[in-house]
């Protein structure tokens, strides 16, 4: 149940149109639900404005469905994350309005959002390999109702790539910045802007990379200020980080 819905069930119990018996029985399931396999948290909406966010990862394709379909009867809206391709053909057949990207691994089920931020995300990716994990933090930005644009393969390898799209970079609220190998794009892009930069670190890279470690200290050790560091692939992480951000800048204006 998010914040919309429990306020029309509150006016309709004011106004007779819901007894309070059957009030009960709608909020019975706040603040969670207790399957045989996962306590599911209706009541973070309440909390933070969206609701629990499933990563797939580890759990069965029966444990997804179950979870999925007592989300969607509360009215939530479902952000499902590093999942299979036979997770979105099985989860389809619940809600037409389901939508996979193959790239992030994401699955959605969901309205499009009512309004768009103003505040724009840019989402940054040093490398074509880097784009699942940037992909990942669009999903997720976008899913929460931020305006996202994307710059793709502008690492340092070839700097005059990013600096030929500095409009990009000037228009941004923040910045999500995704690298691997040795991860020093997000230094570069924080030495050229005045906004938060989250460094994404991925674990694309030959043997000494360690699978993102070697990006990842970079990123921690950025001489650049303003740049803060997520977990190795975190795209998910990065991208809902960003939101908040972007949100913070709409109430100000």
Known sequence: ?????????????????????????????????????????HH??????????IYCEGKTTAQVVGIVERMLAQGHPVLATRAREELYQ??????ERTRYN????????????????????????????DIP??????????????????????????????LAHQELLDRARVIVVVAG???????????????PVIAVPTSVGYGASFGGIAALLTMLNSCAAGVATVNIDNGFGAG????FINILGEKQT
């Open 240 to 243: 809902y980080i960003a939101h």
């Open 90 to 95: 099985e989860l389809k057949r619940l809600d």
């Open 44 to 53: 973070r909406s309440l909390r933070q404005g969206f609701p629990e966010v």
């Open 181 to 195: 190998m040795d991860g020093a794009l997000p230094s570069v892009i924080g030495g050229l802007v005045e906004k």
């Open 1 to 41: 149940m998010n914040l919309d819905l429990l306020k029309q069930l509150l006016e309709d119990i004011y106004r007779q149109k819901v007894t309070p018996e059957e009030g009960v029985q709608m909020l019975k399931t706040l603040p969670y639900e207790a399957l045989d396999f996962a306590h599911i948290d």
């Open 102 to 129: 193959p790239l992030a691994r994401t699955i959605v089920i969901a309205d499009p959002p009512s309004r768009r931020t103003e505040g724009r995300i840019l989402v940054a990716s040093a490398g074509t390999s």
């Open 133 to 162: 994990v940037a992909e990942e933090a669009v999903v997720t930005a976008e899913t929460l109702g931020s305006s996202v644009d994307r710059l793709y393969d502008v690492g340092v390898a070839g700097l005059h790539r990013l």
